[in-house]
């Protein structure tokens, strides 16, 4: 059987997705799941974090989010049985490629797929929500009445937080990068029953024009916001950052400006700089800055109870409509390479999934 990898020649260059012919399985023992996959998500990787591991070799597997069916199970297998329908994510050291037709998988990433949810579904929530649960539980704390600035939520990873915000009971405000994205936002709603939309307000920041801070301020009357989950920051000024998606993101200062007493601002930003003014700032209105990292699941053996209770809430609020995630199209295996690096590339809008 194939696999999707990637290799890296060296340190900070372009890597490259090669398919490759993978040895054959070893036999299924103790807690470990043998999976036939019928969807995989696409994320992009994080090469620096891998290095930073440890975990650098000459070819990596590509694609841990993964849905599928459980063919056989190891003696000591407790959760699952042959032909349960199960959804999860392949470790961070996993050796395994989630694009193959077969893969092995210890069972406790792993969580049983509700009936009516489709694999491309499964497999494209897992991770980002996931990724909202730890942003606003796990991080900020969010509760009923608070408000929320959400940085692109025209995103996958933004449409999932928008529905878990708005289910938690929030107010949500989001940025939008374009005027598709702007009227996205405006046209999204509950599955069931409301016809008001998600997004209380849009900010479109695609133009350059608009004042964040000031918005932000405008719309919860000077009190600034409560928590604030970002994607991407601006350190420096537009004219020592040119790209323009750069020159989209809100800088650091109009992020801690618009931030209300005793906020919350959980960013994705992992090289972020404050300067002293900036702490001061933060001190003053007794705010906290808390970092989304991806992994920290794979980090932590122990809480590994909690991770699993994520996962099986994830499945839940799919199956009961709350969550809808931005998918692309399923792809077939074949096309995955293609898929892959748009992906690594930052040019996929909605979520890419690979389906068997």
């Known amino acids: 059987m194939k696999g999707l990898y990637f290799q890296q020649s060296s340190p900070g260059e372009e890597i490259s997705f090669v398919f490759q012919e993978r040895e054959n399985l070893p036999d299924v023992k103790d807690n470990y799941v043998k999976l036939q996959v019928k969807a995989c998500a696409l994320s992009w990787i994080n090469t620096k974090l891998l290095s930073e591991m440890k975990l650098e070799k000459e070819f990596f597997p590509v694609g841990r989010e993964i849905a599928g069916v459980v063919l056989e199970v190891g003696s000591k297998v407790s959760f699952f049985h042959p032909d349960d329908e199960v959804v999860g994510i392949l470790p961070l ?6 694009l193959c037709e077969i893969v092995r998988i210890h069972e406790h990433y792993l969580v049983h797929k ?39 939520g025209a995103s996958a990873f933004g449409t999932i937080a928008i529905q878990l ?16 994205d702007k009227q996205y936002l405006e046209r999204l709603r509950p599955a069931i029953g409301v016809k008001q939309p998600l997004v209380v307000r849009v900010i479109d920041v695609s133009n350059g024009k608009v004042d964040i801070a000031e918005s932000c301020l405008e719309e919860t009357g000077g009190m600034g916001v409560d928590i604030i989950l970002d994607a991407g920051v601006r350190l420096y000024s537009k004219d020592d950052e040119p790209a323009l998606k750069l020159q989209l993101l809100p800088h650091k200062h109009d992020i801690i400006t618009l ?5 919350h601002w959980v960013t994705t930003e992992e090289n972020l700089q404050l300067d002293p003014p900036d702490s001061h700032c933060l001190f003053l209105k007794g705010a906290t800055v808390s970092f989304l990292n991806d992994e920290v699941w794979n980090l932590s053996n122990v809480q590994q109870g909690k991770y699993l209770c994520i996962l099986k809430d994830v499945m839940e609020k799919l199956s009961t409509g709350i969550f ?19 992906v690594q590339k930052s040019q996929a809008r909605k979520k890419q999934v690979i389906q068997f």
Request: a negative charge; one cysteine or more; hydrophobic letters at 40%.
């Open 93 to 98: 050291d996993s050796e395994e490629s989630g």
């Open 114 to 152: 509700p009936e009516k949810v489709t694999w491309a579904d499964a497999a494209g929530v897992i991770r980002d929500g996931l990724r909202s649960y730890t942003a606003f539980h796990s991080l900020s704390h969010l509760c009923p009445g608070k408000s929320v600035l959400i940085m692109d």
């Open 165 to 180: 915000a708005l289910h938690r009971g929030a107010k949500v405000i989001s940025t939008a990068y374009s005027l598709e």
């Open 259 to 263: 931030l209300g007493v005793g906020g």
């Open 324 to 342: 809808r995630p931005l998918l692309d199209e399923p792809v077939p295996p074949y096309d995955a390479k293609v898929s892959m690096e748009i």
